[in-house]
């Protein structure tokens, strides 16, 4: 007779190996859609969005902070002279030939400009022409504080107009200048991107100062404060980066680090070495002795 075996228990297969349900494969199909978009968004970004430059250049990333803190005072006084001169009981006229005073300025002066900061004298030192042109526009806001009557407006425009000049005609010129022309649209995308930001922001905070103060003058005060800083902190830190850069060169490229010592190793004197014939060595012996036979 046969011994009783006792009865298999049927388990549940580890792993089912039939197709997913509908409903998980539908996810699955939007996971990677989803995921084929942002890799796409992604890939736009590092494109046309020189973020590469931001964390790595340092000039870059200077001057992309500085350019992006004037321009949340500079385009404001524009915006508010001409309600400033008509609050003060100055005409309409007078107030409208104000602008385009300073457009003609800006318009006469922006080509010699141009012209002349060309020469090579300019070379390496258009930034600080630049900060320079900065600050004084930014100082030149003050002037509006004095009073509003014509003359005096006639001055600050004057002196506005020749600044904006320079900082119109030297913007691209510095930008081309610290990063290199392969990446140039791409760093200057993300500038346009990062300094449109603080434009809009500008003439809003500077409605809500005239409407807590009552006064505009006090906008004026505010958009000196920011412009000025901003030229202050460009000649600061590009004298820095030059300070830098020439230490590093005058110190020269780091010396490469000498050869470890092998390690002498001593042979005992009666240790005597010959070569020993192979095989290979053999066969080649053989083949010369019947080629020089024949």
Known sequence: ???????????????????????EEKVTKEEGWMRRIWNYFVAALRKHMAFDQLCHNSRYCVYAIGITWMMLGFVVPLIYLVPYATA???????????????GMVNIVVRPPFGILFSMPWFKGRHIYVFASAVLVNGLSNTICCI????????????FYGLSMSVVGSLMFTVLMEIVEMKRF?????LL?????????????LAGVLID???????VFFACSAVVASSGVFLIVAFSWLDKRDRKLSKQGP????????????DLAPDCQYRSVPTEGDKDKASCEGDTSSV
């Not at 649209?185 to 995308?189: D, F, I, V």
């Open 1 to 23: 007779m046969r011994p009783l075996q006792p009865p298999k228990h049927q388990c549940q297969p580890l792993m089912n190996h039939g197709p997913p349900p509908p409903e």
């Open 88 to 102: 003060n009981d100055m005409e309409q006229g007078p107030a409208a030939l104000l602008i385009s005073i300073m």
């Open 147 to 158: 009073g509003p009557s014509f003359s005096v407006l006639l001055v600050f425009v004057v």
């Open 185 to 189: 649209p791409s760093a200057l995308g």
């Open 192 to 204: 346009a991107v990062m300094e449109s930001i603080t434009l809009l922001i500008g003439p809003p």
């Open 212 to 218: 807590r103060t009552g006064e505009y003058y006090h």
């Open 254 to 265: 780091p010396s490469p680090l000498p050869e470890a010592a092998r390690p002498a190793v």
